[in-house]
């Protein structure tokens, strides 16, 4: 009898499917059940591997994508490293226009993956041919057979939620989930997702989670930008200082904000009391369920769905280095009550 080999044909197909995990410690003071989807299960470390795949294949079923072409987008974040990891299993070129705030880590990763990067002057503006937005549209019209993604304005990343995020939600709590908790920067994962799970059932309360320096929370409320409330921050992917199209605001309920200090010490919380080493905008999202639960969003019959995006791998140099938490200010008042409980 022939043996059968049990692999995958590649990196590719582990993309989704990612588990859900119960939360056992860090919500145990709180009313109701609360699960993780944890994306960080994906080959490429996050959420972002899901848009990469189904943009490019979608490309390529229109014709788009050929033998050759190249794949062109602004970040130095998540979707570069799972449209690089994409792109270099299915044969095509990768150019990646990043900002030089970008740490040195962070371009060599994407370098690996056989990315071409080009590193933009950081303290330019949006139109100035030095941005990395103007960096990266001249060479898309410079390149033949190119695409350009342009996460925040590509429905397809919503698509990819939609097709995808939402239906493994809805199998995995057997379609018992009450509350969809997220984060939002370009807003795909909490749109599509929701889409698809308020169709199942309207019921559903969804909640975006924005960082203060952003304004989508006041934009949601108020249909309008108010410039006032764009300030810098240091939460990465979380938040944004436009309105991007890729975030569906009707099927939103509502947006609650966090700070940069309460998620780097909620993001190291999860940590120590789940043993789930997640990112920086894990932290955030699991805060935010703190504060809608002081609020009093949840009761004991909630089913409560988060986002963890990513994994804590990519903030060893941020959130996970005592150096840099006190760099920031954030360990002030923190070592004293650690030393009372030492004490005690
Ligand atoms: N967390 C992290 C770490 C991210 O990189 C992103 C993407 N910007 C998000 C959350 C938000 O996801 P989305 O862009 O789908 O809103």
Redesign the pocket.
Known sequence: MEKKIHACNSILDLIGNTPLVKLNHITRELEGDFYAKMEFFNPGH???DR?AAFIIEEAERKGILKEGSTIIETTS???GFSLAMVAIVKGYKCILAVSSKSSQDKIDMLRCMGAQVYVCPAHVSADDPRSYYEVAKRLHQETENSIYIN?YFNEL?IEA?YRTTGPEIWEQTSGQITHFV?????????SGTARYLKEMNPKIRVIGVDAYGSVLKKYHETGKVDKNEIYPYRI???GKNLIPE??DFEIIDTFIKVTDRDSAHTAREIAKKEGIFA????G?VMQAVKQLSDLGEFDSESKVVV?F??HGS?YMSKVYSDKWMEAQGFMEGVKEQEQKKVEV
Do not use: M
């Not at 997220?182 to 909490?190: D, F, L, P, Q, R």
């Not at 990112?279 to 894990?282: I, L, M, P, Q």
């Open positions: 996050s959420a972002k848009i974040g998540n979707t996460q990343n939620h997220a984060c939002s920067g370009t807003g795909g994962t909490i990465e992917g979380l890729a975030t990112g920086y905008t894990s955030a986002v995006p990513d990519r």
